[in-house]
């Protein structure tokens, strides 16, 4: 290509597209009222009232520790049960294992789930069962399903059907070659995922506990209703804490497993 | 005794796979398939083992015992219980790559049983501890009794096919399938698996798929030749040049290379 075919006439048919997207975003702006005005007003009270969240109020640290710890066992409990709910979709969502007719519902019961945000499943449940820990505990849980299910039965299509063949030739029931093939190839990736979902639920159950579901989350979101900002700023650290150590946790148990 | 009775199987579209093949194999035989690729080597085997559907044919075999087994039967329908009952009495050399990688080697071997145990206890309990000595023993046999608890998946080719091997003895089967089981590997671990197979076969017959004429020649005591899925020679394993070159280079489309094989192989 010479420099003279070079021009910016090869854009062309990018234009109408461009010209679309910057009157979509112009009219959103507008519509969800962006102002420069109170963006630059919004800075300065944030920047005064972040003042007022400091020091963290150490003496706080204490009534913290309980509600981490409820943080802490939701999820513990959360995840293991999503995780073990997630085989049974997993199966019954691979290809190589499962009818068509099975594979397609729970492909569709999974696909629904994934899409509905935890703090979604969390309101419905505590209309049911009120407020407190146990209705994050099965928010948490029916959220860690989709996601794991979802993975488990991508690692499952993925086995070499070589592999199941051999195990059904020495004449295996096909629930043999689920416990003698599929399993032992796919279980240390749902070790894996399950420890990363439960990275992902340690922070989601900070939001589903301010909505309710009790332990951190609602004490910062009581803290900071009660104008008690620097006792905000110890829940915070905390949260961050907890989730630091869920993080290393969760590495160091994936690098051992995989 | 293994009896392949007018094996054929085509597809929907019309092409042929495996045009009426029909075979024996006798106690004491290893019996080569050779042919080129998509000759139909691997689809007999397959449909041996029942891992896949014919339109045509019988499959039937025994033991000392005399009683029969059947994995397609003449009327084509077969129950999944008959089937599981064909297939544990037929041990299925793999290529080496079909083994469960993530699982420790003596397991693998113990697979081979898995038939013959009762599914709850293999689900809930596993393996006795007289079933796992029994795997060792298949081990030694093939040399890789200090594999054992090595995981399957870091082992080498050769390793693999043995353990492979292994599976299939413990299996304690009537009859053994191999599937190009020497294709993978480099012509020393080639050799020294054709000398662990070579007396297998006098214990239980095997039928193998290949693609080293020089090794079948040597090793096995009979050779059946596949082009485009027909039976085009079958018999003893001393082939020419010339009747190699017809096997694998095409010449056997015409029928008179065919009779020219035959004669040849009844001479």
Redesign the interface.
């Known amino acids: 290509m010479t420099w003279s075919e070079f021009s910016f006439e090869r854009y062309r048919r990018y234009l109408p597209a461009a010209a679309i997207f910057i009157v979509a975003v112009a009219a959103s702006a507008y519509l969800s009222e962006v102002s420069l005005t109170d963006l630059r007003r919004g800075i300065l009270k944030g920047l005064s009232l972040l003042t007022l969240f400091f020091p963290p109020d150490w003496s706080a640290c204490k009534d913290m520790l309980q509600p981490a710890l409820v943080t802490l066992v939701i999820c513990l409990v959360a995840t293991p049960i999503g995780a073990a709910f997630s085989i049974v979709f997993g199966l019954a969502a691979a290809r190589n294992i499962a009818p068509e007719w099975l594979r397609l519902t729970a492909r569709t019961v999974i696909a629904v789930e994934r899409g509905l945000p935890e703090i979604v499943i969390l309101l419905v449940l505590v209309a049911a069962f009120g407020l407190g820990p146990f209705a994050g505990v099965m928010a948490l849980a029916i959220g860690s399903i989709g996601m794991l299910g979802k993975l488990l039965a991508d690692a499952i299509e993925e086995i ?1 059907p ?2 199941l ?9 096909p ?2 070659v689920i ?3 599929v399993l ?2 796919v279980l ?1 990736a749902l070790v894996a995922n399950s420890i990363f979902r439960f990275e992902v639920n340690v922070r989601a159950s900070v939001l589903l506990g301010a909505v309710g579901a009790g332990g951190i989350g609602y004490e910062l979101d009581a803290a900071i209703n009660q104008l008690e900002y620097s006792r905000a700023t110890m829940a915070v650290l905390m949260i961050l804490l907890l989730v630091f150590l869920s993080e290393r946790a969760s590495d160091w148990v994936r690098s051992k497993v995989l | 005794m293994l009896e392949v009775k007018g094996l054929s199987k085509r597809l929907p579209t019309g092409k042929t796979i495996l045009n009426d093949i029909s075979f024996r194999v006798d106690k004491g035989e290893f019996v080569a398939l050779l042919g080129a690729s998509g000759a139909g080597k691997s689809m007999t085997m397959r449909a041996i083992a029942g891992l896949t559907s014919v339109t045509a044919g019988e499959v039937v075999f025994s033991g000392e015992s005399g009683k029969c087994y059947t994995t397609i039967t003449a009327s084509g329908k077969t129950s999944g219980k008959d089937l599981r009952r064909a297939r544990r009495n037929i041990g299925v050399i793999f290529q080496g790559s079909n083994l469960v990688k993530r699982l420790p080697v003596l397991d693998n071997v113990m697979i081979g049983r898995l038939g013959r145990i009762h599914p709850l206890r293999s689900w809930l309990y596993g393996f006795t501890d007289q079933e796992a000595s029994e795997a060792m023993a298949a081990l030694e046999r093939v040399g890789m009794a200090g594999f054992a608890s090595r995981r399957t998946g870091s082992l080498s080719g050769g390793e693999v096919q043995r353990v492979a091997i292994a599976r299939a003895i413990f299996q304690r089967p009537l009859l053994y399938l191999a599937d190009e089981p020497v294709s993978s590997l480099d012509p020393k671990n080639a050799e020294a698996i054709m000398q662990l197979m070579q007396p297998l076969a006098r214990e239980h017959p095997i039928l193998g798929a290949f693609h080293q004429p020089g090794m079948v020649m040597h090793y096995c005591t009979r050779v059946i030749a596949l082009h485009k899925g027909s039976i085009i020679y079958n018999g003893a394993p001393n082939l020419s040049a010339k009747q190699l070159d017809e096997i694998y280079c095409g010449q056997a489309d015409r029928p008179e290379a065919t009779q020219e094989l035959t004669a040849a192989a009844e001479s």
């Open positions: 070499d070589r592999v063949d051999a195990v059904a030739a020495v004449g295996a029931t629930w043999q416990r003698h093939a032992p190839e240390p």
